[in-house]
């Protein structure tokens, strides 16, 4: 299975790990911005410099993939300000079909290992199908962050290292439970199917 289900535990917005308070008060200052382009900038510069500080350091589970799919792990929720914090696992192979947003900015960062990330840009819509077109993609490398801004957030992650496990953090707009994710037909078009997305347990 490529994108996740509904099928986890609850979300556990308490995690603690060291450097939390330090992060957390970054992220609300970026966060604090307000416009969403200077929001996102501010938080890649805050996402870089927290990959870097040997004072954050992420639970130890992110670090645990899970076989049948990458795993979504949520380690912190704002009730103040409402973005939400994801840390995602990958093993060998693993990654996204195209998908979206569901219409929320979202900043994300390589915290361990290397990722692809491929961006495409929608040409047209025909009902339920959708001609996307590959707009360049990336070796994402450790310590490195970009935002996703609608309508530019179509996008696919994939491991594609045969041997290591990836961590990438995700900060998003708000907690999204839900997400189109879009099956390859023929040539450039695609069909839409709505995903429900759950997250997995944080031990």
């Known amino acids: 299975m490529d994108i996740t289900d509904s099928a986890y535990a609850p979300p556990c917005p308490e995690v603690d790990f060291p450097g939390r308070e330090k992060f957390i008060r970054a992220l609300d200052e970026a966060v604090g911005r307000g416009d969403e382009h200077a929001v996102t900038a501010a938080l890649r510069d805050t996402l870089c410099r927290a990959i870097r500080d040997p004072d954050v350091q992420l639970p130890e589970c992110v670090y645990a993939p899970i076989e049948e799919r990458y795993a979504r792990r949520e380690i912190y929720r704002s009730v103040e300000l409402g973005y ?85 953090l995700h900060i998003y707009q708000a907690a999204m439970h839900a997400c189109a994710m879009f099956v390859p037909q023929s040539g450039e078009w695609f069909t839409r199917v709505d995903r429900a997305l759950g997250v997995d347990a944080v031990r």
């Open 84 to 168: 939400s914090v994801v840390a995602m696992t990958w093993a060998p192979g693993q990654g996204t079909p195209v998908h979206d947003h569901c219409g929320l900015w979202c900043v994300e960062g390589v915290w361990d290992g290397e990722l692809e990330i491929r961006q495409y840009e929608l040409c047209e819509r025909d009902g339920d199908r959708f001609r996307f077109r590959s707009a360049g993609g990336m070796q994402a490398c450790l310590g490195s962050a970009g935002s996703l801004i609608p309508p530019h957030e179509y996008h696919t992650i994939r491991n594609t290292s045969p041997n290591d496990v990836a961590v990438s």
